[in-house]
């Protein structure tokens, strides 16, 4: 039976990335810069929400959506409980959709992107951040920071335009130290990913392709690191050798960005099946439960990356883990 889960997988996997884009582009279609025009229907809906944290201005940017197979995000999930509580919640049972919520804080004068997004390096829906900066009075010459928490694709694929230069051009770019030299300085084995052998070349091909425009003048940081005044960094380590999360603080308000430690809380947060991707799945355990206490004892307000727009909400604790609570939406 066994067996036959996993072919029944494998053929499921095959199947979906070839028709939802799960493959990533190769060539010239990584990172656009400039997406097309929004159709009636995209412009019809937001794809910014701001809000506030103690004096810090905050605005949640969509760059727009990723997916995949469900159990790529729930790797050791039963297949018929995954499929009941993807149906309990209303959610296809074979496709997964993820969010890809940037946010930019203003503080100091400085305007600071978490997350660059993904671009089109993980398929045609992403690379919407640039129409809602603009949604905003701002263009990419009005970001003078940019930091991301780890080296994935649907995280720096937006760094570089379509022509090959620096997306922000005017932004000093930070990223992990351990993940820069695993993802970027070295062929990375990708082995422990759930995915087919062609994924991981075009996925490893698209960071080192991504970051090309900023490699001369990358600023590495370790994690634990306060990156600029009311900006901290917590080590956050598992799912890549040097992810972390951060913590956005004025005053008494905290906002607390949890980048992959979970990628949907049905799955990861509302039940506690392992991501896929995770490299070391016991230490992004590990990670997973010590951040999720901090959340839920310190009642912080919390920004999943890839949690439903605008990606806010809380943790709470309970008896079998954690329960993810949506904010209410604030006009």
Do not use: C
Not at 27 to 32: E, K, R
Not at 194 to 209: G, H
């Amino acid at each position: 039976m066994g067996e036959i889960t996993l072919n029944r997988r494998k053929i499921m996997l095959t199947a979906a990335s070839a028709v939802t884009g799960l493959i990533l582009p190769v060539g010239t279609a990584f990172a656009q810069a400039a997406p097309a025009a929004p159709t009636p229907a995209q412009a019809g809906n937001a794809g910014h929400y701001h809000f506030r944290v103690g004096d810090i201005s905050a605005t949640v940017l969509s760059d727009g959506l990723i997916g995949g197979p469900p159990w790529v995000y729930a790797s050791d999930a039963p297949e018929a409980e995954l499929q009941e509580v993807l149906r309990r919640a209303f959610l296809p049972t074979d496709r997964l959709m993820l969010n890809i919520n940037t946010l930019l804080v203003e503080t100091n004068g400085r305007r600071i992107l978490l997350e660059a997004g993904a671009g089109q390096t993980m398929g045609p829906q992403g690379g919407r951040i640039f129409e809602n900066l603009a949604a905003i009075g701002l263009a990419p010459e009005d970001i003078d920071v940019v930091v991301v928490s780890h080296t994935h694709p649907d995280h720096v694929g937006n760094l570089r335009t379509a022509d090959g230069g620096k997306a922000f051009p005017r932004a000093a770019v930070f990223a992990p130290r351990a993940d820069w030299d695993f993802f970027v300085r070295n062929d990375p084995d990708l082995s422990y990913m759930p995915v087919p052998e062609d994924f991981r070349r075009n996925f490893a091909a698209a960071i080192k392709r991504s970051v090309e425009p900023v490699t001369s003048g990358i600023e590495l940081y370790e994690a634990g690191e306060e990156i600029v005044p009311g900006l901290a960094t917590l080590p956050a380590f598992g799912h890549t050798p040097g992810m972390a999360n951060f913590l956005v603080h004025s005053g008494s308000d905290q906002l607390l960005l949890t980048a992959d430690l979970a990628y949907h809380p049905i799955v990861n947060v509302d039940r506690p099946w392992l991501p896929g991707p995770d490299r070391d799945k016991d230490t992004a355990l590990a990670s997973r439960r010590r951040i999720f206490d901090m959340a839920a004892a310190d009642r912080l307000l919390v920004l999943g990356f890839h949690y439903p727009f605008p990606g806010l909400g809380r943790m709470l604790k309970i008896d079998a883990g954690y329960a993810w609570v949506p904010v209410n939406w604030q006009f």
